[in-house]
């Protein structure tokens, strides 16, 4: 790759406090003027990097997609200390030189508060009578959660489940049970799991309700871990001992999306979407269809999450979903086995292990050491993983003879 | 003198009839409850107040049993498909939280009520739909 990467827009918004404008202001003022400066829209854009420290896990690229245009191409949120304005504009600069863009945007952006240089911690509280003052991009003048609705994740996936059960008839309470019973069984297999226990769909079902249909035992769990994968250009895995060879697993797609707009994606978030075009493009990459696949670890938050993603990674006919876990397609014995690690459910999630944990389950069983819970034969398997805001990004893995 | 406000900008409480009020994109049509820098839609940066309507189905719910601190629980969220247009999501109000009293596709209708009052006696006033 020698073709050179040039700067065709740019813009800065004069640097000061601002009492007035929030982050978004700032970063939408700064993303709009370079794209105007280069005479382009964001919906010419393939590739969007936002560099933020302050708020670097609020999914800072997607909240400025919210403001200026969502088109469902991969944000990377990028946090590099000091560094961290350069580090985004070299993601978009290294997805150019791979080939995945052509055009691409990247914004650098801090809303710092009276901080100082010590970087002091919260104001005091001033024994004021408080009076109620809107603030914020919707004039609030309280908290609103549970007060307008839940936006907290085990609600928030409940409400994604029901909206499924809305629109295909006959999905019920019982069959998101069935996805938590599927993934408590497969992880007694499986000694990496943070639980390795069976329940059966009368305890699943029976469990402490966190937000219907979801009971505790249909909710992932926190926990701690990490997960960490070395990857190699096919020239360099020429050179590399025959042994490394044969048990390299190739990537035969790796693609992320964000949420295209959608009416009403801003009052709930919409996984459903991103997650069909990612899936889509992973199938067109490696020329792998469904029914190929072997297994798929993929993204189950909660267990009304996974039922969906049946549908969205076209794992079943369209609107399927209830009736394919009703005759056990996604079990380890069943059509494609989904989830036989135990899936986030009962495998655990430390947030930002996952996306790895579940490469390392599939590349495992690609290997032919998955010991136990080895699914006979794998040769292709499906990596999900979504994160809301949205980003949702799939790999498929294949071992092929080098 | 205590007075009412509403709890977010996009309800509008004057008067008897209160309802939701969006952005909307005067090229595309796209609404907003946000304040907005441009469209995500198609990418245009006016927008115009846009009044909803008052009425709608549910096209999605769940009841939360386990709540933020001084969340009363069990609420019922629901996600309403508004007649005319919109979305919002909202707590369904005026009817029990379990699973026999509430159905997908219900009608419900925008009704207020005091979410909570400040020092100085003033009422936030939030929405939420009954069945109707």
């Known amino acids: ?402 | 003198m205590a007075e009412q406000v509403p709890m977010v900008d996009y309800l509008a409480i004057d008067g008897d009839h209160p309802h939701l009020v969006a952005n909307a994109c005067v090229k595309c049509g796209a609404t907003y409850f946000d304040r907005r820098n441009a469209c995500a839609s198609c990418g245009a940066r006016s927008f115009e107040r846009r009044d909803l309507a008052d009425t709608g189905v549910v096209r999605a719910f769940t009841i939360v049993y386990r709540a933020a601190p001084g969340v009363p629980a069990p609420f019922a969220s629901a996600v309403i498909d508004l007649d005319g247009g919109g979305k919002v999501k909202a707590n369904l109000i005026d009817v029990e939280p379990t699973p026999d009293h509430l159905r997908l596709g219900m009608p419900v209708k925008l009704a207020t009520f005091v979410a909570g009052t400040d020092d100085l006696g003033n009422e936030a006033v939030a929405f939420g739909f009954r069945p109707s």
């Open chain 1, 1 to 402: 790759m020698s073709d050179d990467v040039w700067i065709i827009g740019i813009s800065m918004t004069p640097f000061r406090r601002y009492d007035d404008k929030d982050l978004m202001d700032l970063g939408s003022e700064a993303a709009l003027g370079a794209l105007d400066d280069a005479g382009v829209t964001i919906h010419d854009m393939d590739v969007l990097a936002a560099g933020c420290l302050a708020e670097a896990s609020s999914g800072v690229g997607q909240r400025i997609q919210k403001q200026i245009g969502q088109t469902g191409i991969p944000v990377y949120n990028v946090a590099n200390a000091c560094a961290t304005g350069a580090t985004a504009f070299r993601v978009a600069y290294l997805s150019i030189k791979a080939g995945e863009a052509d055009m691409g945007l990247a914004v650098g952006l801090e809303q710092m508060g009276k901080m100082g240089m010590l970087g002091a911690s919260g104001r005091a509280r001033t024994g004021e009578p408080q009076e109620f003052k809107p603030s914020g991009r919707y004039g609030a003048v309280m908290g609103t959660e549970g007060i307008l609705g839940t936006n907290l994740m085990p609600g928030t996936f409940a409400q994604t489940g029901m909206e499924y059960a809305y629109e295909h008839d006959g999905v019920s309470f019982e069959q998101f049970a069935k996805v938590a019973v599927k993934n408590h069984a497969h992880s007694t297999l499986n000694p990496l799991a943070q639980y390795q226990k069976e329940f059966s769909l009368e305890q699943v079902m029976g469990a402490e309700m966190i937000a219907y249909p979801n009971t505790v035992l249909m909710c992932c769990p926190t926990g701690d871990g990490a997960s960490a994968a070395v990857v190699v250009s096919s020239e360099r895995l020429r050179s590399l001992p025959t042994e490394v060879q044969r048990r390299a697993v190739k990537v035969s797609a790796s693609v992320l999306t964000s949420d295209p707009y959608v009416d009403g994606g801003l009052v709930h978030f919409d996984v459903n979407t991103l997650t069909r075009q990612a899936a889509d493009k992973a199938y067109e990459l490696s020329g792998v269809a469904p029914s190929d696949l072997d297994l798929v670890e993929l993204h189950d938050c909660f267990a009304t999450a996974e039922l969906c993603h049946y549908d969205n990674l076209r794992l079943c006919e369209e609107g399927g979903a209830g009736e394919w876990i009703d005759k056990r397609g996604p079990w380890r014995d069943g059509e494609i086995p989904v989830n036989v690690s135990g899936g986030l459910l009962s495998k655990g999630h430390p947030l930002g292990a996952t996306g790895i944990a579940n490469l390392y389950e599939v590349a495992t069983h690609l290997r032919g050491e998955a010991g136990d819970r080895q699914i006979e034969g794998a040769k292709v398997g499906m990596t999900h993983v979504i994160g809301l805001g949205s980003a949702c990004a799939i790999h498929v893995l294949e071992k092929s003879a080098v």
